[in-house]
């Protein structure tokens, strides 16, 4: 395994310096709108250091005295945002308020400065920096009364819907909307959720996209750089966010993941360990089973997972990137597996908790947003499918899939997947004033994907 | 739908010969008097019904035809009878009200009125057509007949309505007997309603699929015209065209008219008989329970709506950012309530849940209500439910799953899994205070599933002033007439933004 040796910064100053210019703009033009009603709109690539950004900026209008609220559309990202503020700012009062059930983990909760109070609490107090999500302060507003921010900042703003928006928007006059614009797109469980695609009332359009169509002067800013993934993985991203050019922050050779343990094992395990091998030299492996149609929860593609996640850990992976730049055993909670369909997760998760791997995160692509692991192996999208649908093809999920990674991801499909875009792509249906669509922008991105992993195809 | 339960009925189907239930109960509400439309449109004219049949399914149909719909005044004479009895049976129906189960109002209409129509084209052809006529402006100081507006105030309602999960208002004949049939169509294929039929019901000796081909080449359902079928009307209105010589007058026109009216007459009588027969078997499946509730919702928005309309009451041509957002909420609890009746209602609907790992089914081996835990800080009292299952299954720990009888209330979660037998033993606990009817009994056969009937929380309605994000920065440009594709200069269309009083459109 040859690779450049690691440059004395593992940093890309430019790409760091390109980065740093737009965020002090997003600073910027957030301060000038401060006391009237406009927003600014950070768009970012995966890993882009948003919430590092977000809890930054917070700080920033904290230190200026602005009361904020900042919200983000799942619980998961809002605890994670606690934890990331007063990871930089110790001490700042972060009121997180919150639905039964979903409090703070008690660690996060007993840091100085953060709170949960009840939402009539919150008011009562004029909390100045109130955390929550998005429904949450929706419903805190309409029934107690809590509002009155000076800003409010959106985090994840690509995946909060028009209509959730819709209340939250209220609690303040100035916004901040910092999102992903790759990652999947807000999701109905109606049949037919078309009825209003392309009017400007569209409730399912992105809180990005409704400020936008209304206000289309609002400053856009596109953050450059890519933390998260490093230059081997860029690639890839890129098929997701057309016209946005990005860079990886680290410059290759910063990261590296080795295998302790030579492979191949076993016959059995010879497919699974050139696979590792591909993975750990490349950042990249596209493992295909015999082509064919399967169930959704197919069996044999759950086995080949697992006994990836295994044989990994068995063959001691260790890992070094440009923080810890000794090699470090690599965990089973750094390690996940990305899925589509809730009865992929539920097969695996029984799987990895019979194996003793209950340490591993498994869940759908919508639920892995926002997060980052070392190594991922994604249970492609199109895995053993007979057709292909706009489900299966939206760009966001095979996004989310192929950018949570810092070191590697496996991609597990079967053979006939690529043969599913053969010919010419299904008519679909157009609207006016909605540009997106997901099976021909999916179709193109599937397209670009696989001619990219081709060189990384290990056959099982 | 379940992959496995779909490629069973496929071989099944395939096997038989001929459709097979997907349901034993029927789960749409079906009223003893429906009212039947069957619409024909004029080939590339989208907007306009160059046909219109109505009468009570099961009876006779009354035909409207224009002859050239393409004339506001021809068109507007044809579609008027039809609009008065349309008015009139929704008057009808909405006539006699009674009290709500809850609260102490008595608006509730005691029946709503029941379209019934071959296809979803049709409903999307009377939306367009209710569309058209809600807002018709006056031509020259002359208003429109004003069972025209009134009528496409109603078809608007209708079709918007249809898009409530289980509702049925407005059934489209297609959509039910899919809803309740497995066949050998694709989703296209199920369109057709003939088609449909032929798989269900095939000639003695003939396969299912033979049938549905043949019925394929020979049925004609509209809304759409085939070729054939405009290639033929496009010669009669042609001859009726040069005939009446740019006349409107009832009577010259009558005479000239009858051979247009006899064609659509041929192509309206077998899809009425069809309807009235497919109508009919599906009515006689005994209804599920949960068809009187869903239909109660139906009959509220219905009595809303006859209200609405009666007090002088406008819609919008297009929903306010609020409208939506909370329009979508709505029908995504309904989507995920009617769901969760259906399975929890109807064995045949939960199989694909079993199949997919969402529901789990067994006997109950033992219930222990006096468990301790912790819940936060303080210990509580529990119940642990011991259930083994018929087969194998794959449930992750803390999955939560609402036994069907208590689907309404609190879900159990998943403590362990291990194997029993030919099944699994799970062990659930519940997650809230152990009471009288949240807990089976030993020796009980039952159902858990991730299907439950009530949300969370009671969401508030929205402000009605929307935020300045969901508000465009710039005033839209005033709206074009909605009759601006006619002959003569229409006047101005009202502004709804613009008048004095907002409310009075809803």
Redesign the interface.
Request: hydrophobic content about 35%; overall charge positive; charged content about 20%.
């Given at each position: 395994m040859t690779r450049t040796p690691v440059a004395p910064s593992p940093f890309d100053d430019a790409v760091l310096a390109a980065a740093d210019t737009v965020q002090q703009e997003i600073r910027r033009d957030l301060l000038d709108r401060i006391g009237r009603e406009a927003a600014v709109v950070a768009a970012a690539p995966a890993g882009a250091g948003k919430s590092h950004f977000v809890a930054d900026t917070i700080g920033m209008l904290r230190g200026k005295g602005h009361r904020v609220a900042v919200v983000a559309p799942t619980n998961e990202q809002v605890h994670s945002l606690v934890e990331r503020i007063t990871d930089l700012h110790p001490g700042l009062p972060v009121a997180f308020v919150h639905a039964q059930g979903r409090d703070l983990s008690p660690t996060i909760a007993a840091r100085p400065g953060v709170s949960q109070p009840s939402a009539r609490d919150a008011r009562d107090h004029r909390e100045s920096l109130v955390a929550a999500t998005v429904d949450k302060l929706a419903d805190a507003h309409l029934r107690d009364g809590l509002g009155d921010f000076d800003v409010l900042v959106i985090d994840e703003a690509y995946q909060a819907d028009a209509a959730r928006y819709y209340t939250a928007a209220a609690v303040a006059p100035t916004h901040l909307l910092v999102g992903d614009s790759g990652q999947l797109d807000p999701f109905s469980t109606l049949d037919d959720p078309t009825f209003w695609r392309g009017g400007s009332e569209d409730p399912l359009q992105t809180a990005v996209g409704v400020l936008l169509r209304n206000h289309p002067t609002t400053a856009l800013h596109r953050l450059p750089i890519t933390r998260r993934l490093d230059q081997r993985a860029v690639p890839v991203a890129r098929s997701f966010y057309p016209g946005h050019h990005f860079d990886a922050a680290v410059v290759d050779g910063a990261r590296e993941l080795r295998l302790d343990r030579p492979g191949p094992g076993t016959r059995g395990f010879a497919t699974v360990d050139r696979a590792l091998d591909e993975a750990a030299a490349s950042g990249w492996a596209h493992v295909t089973l015999p082509g064919g149609s399967v169930l959704t929860a197919d069996p044999a593609t759950a086995d080949l997972i697992l006994h990836l996640v295994t044989r990994l850990l068995e063959r001691g992976a260790r890992s070094r990137y440009e923080e810890k730049k000794d090699f470090h055993p690599v965990r089973p909670a750094a390690i996940a597996i990305g899925v589509s369909h809730n009865d992929q997760k539920d097969l695996l998760r029984a799987l990895l908790d019979d194996a003793g791997l209950n340490g591993i995160a498994v869940d759908t692509a919508n639920r892995l947003q926002g997060l980052t692991y070392e190594v991922i192996v994604a249970w492609h999208p199109l895995a053993g499918a007979a057709v292909t649908d706009a489900f299966h093809l939206d760009p966001g999920r095979l996004c989310v899939l192929l950018t949570r990674h810092q070191q590697a991801c496996i991609v597990v499909g079967r053979d006939s997947d690529r043969a599913l875009l053969d010919g010419v792509p299904p008519a679909t249906p157009g609207y006016l004033g909605w540009d997106p669509d997901p099976v021909l922008d999916g179709w193109d991105a599937h397209e670009s994907v696989f001619d990219l992993l081709e060189p990384h195809r290990v056959i099982a | 739908m379940s992959?496995?339960l779909e490629a069973f009925f496929a071989g099944r189907v395939h096997e038989g010969g001929r459709a097979l239930r997907r349901t034993t109960l029927r789960h749409t509400h079906l009223t003893d008097s429906p009212f039947g439309i069957v619409v024909w449109r004029l080939g590339g004219e989208r907007f306009r019904a160059a046909a219109v049949a109505w009468g009570p399914i099961g009876g006779q149909f009354q035909l409207a035809v224009a002859g050239e719909p393409r004339n506001r005044d021809l068109y507007f004479a044809a579609l008027t009878p039809f609009a008065a009895d349309l008015c009139a049976a929704v008057r009808g129906a909405a006539a006699h009200r009674v009290a709500r189960q809850r609260g102490s109002r008595t608006d509730l209409p005691v029946n709503a009125l029941q379209l019934v129509v071959a296809n979803r084209s049709t409903v999307g052809a009377l939306g367009l057509l209710g569309r058209y006529l809600a807002y018709l402006s006056d031509r020259g100081g002359v208003a429109p007949d004003p069972h025209l507006l009134e009528a496409g105030k109603h078809l608007r309602f209708y079709t918007r309505h249809a898009?409530v999960?289980g509702q049925a208002l407005i059934v489209p004949l297609d959509r039910l007997l899919a809803d309740h049939w497995a066949t050998l169509l694709s989703p296209l294929e199920q369109a057709n309603l003939a088609v449909l039929d032929a798989q269900i019901e095939p000639p003695r000796g003939v396969h299912a699929f033979d049938a549905s081909t043949r019925a394929e080449r020979e049925a004609h359902i509209g809304p759409e015209p085939t070729e054939d079928i405009d290639r033929l009307t496009t010669e009669l209105v042609q001859t009726f065209n040069r005939r009446r010589a740019g006349s409107v007058d009832r009577r010259t026109v009558a005479p000239l008219v009858a051979p247009i009216v006899e064609h659509y007459r041929r192509l309206v009588e077998p899809v009425w008989d069809l309807m009235a027969r497919t109508f009919a078997r599906e009515q006689a499946l005994p209804a599920a329970p949960s068809v009187t509730r869903r239909f109660e919702v139906d009959r509220e928005a219905f009595g809303q709506h006859v209200d609405w309309i009666a007090g002088g009451g406008r819609y919008r041509t297009?929903?306010?950012?609020?409208?939506?957002?909370m329009?979508?909420?709505r029908?995504?609890e309904a989507?995920?309530r009617y769901e969760a009746e259906r399975a929890i209602e109807d064995p045949a609907c939960m199989v694909p849940f079993l199949l997919?790992?969402?529901a789990i089914r067994g006997t109950v081996e033992k219930v222990h209500d006096n468990h301790r835990t912790v819940a936060?800080v303080r210990i509580v009292q529990r119940a642990l439910l011991t259930l083994d299952t018929d087969h194998p299954v794959?449930?992750?720990?803390g999955?939560k799953l609402w036994w069907t009888a208590t689907a309404h209330d609190a879900p159990w979660e998943v403590v362990s899994?291990s194997p029993q037998g030919d099944g699994s033993r799970v062990v659930l606990m519940l997650t809230t205070a152990p009471r009288a009817g949240r807990l089976p009994t030993a020796g009980a056969r039952i159902t858990l599933s991730t299907l439950r009937t009530r949300s969370d929380?009671f969401?508030?309605p929205?402000?009605p002033t929307?935020?300045?994000?969901?508000?465009?920065?710039t005033t839209p440009p005033a709206p074009e007439p909605i009759d601006a594709g006619d002959a003569e200069a229409p006047l101005p269309a009202v502004d709804g933004s613009a008048v004095a009083d907002p409310e009075a459109y809803r």
């Open positions: - | 992959t496995a898009r999960p297009i929903d306010t950012p609020r409208q939506a957002a329009t979508l909420r029908l995504e989507q995920s997919d790992g969402d936060r794959v449930l992750p720990v999955k899994v929380g969401p508030l929205l402000a929307p935020p300045w994000t969901h508000q465009p920065a």
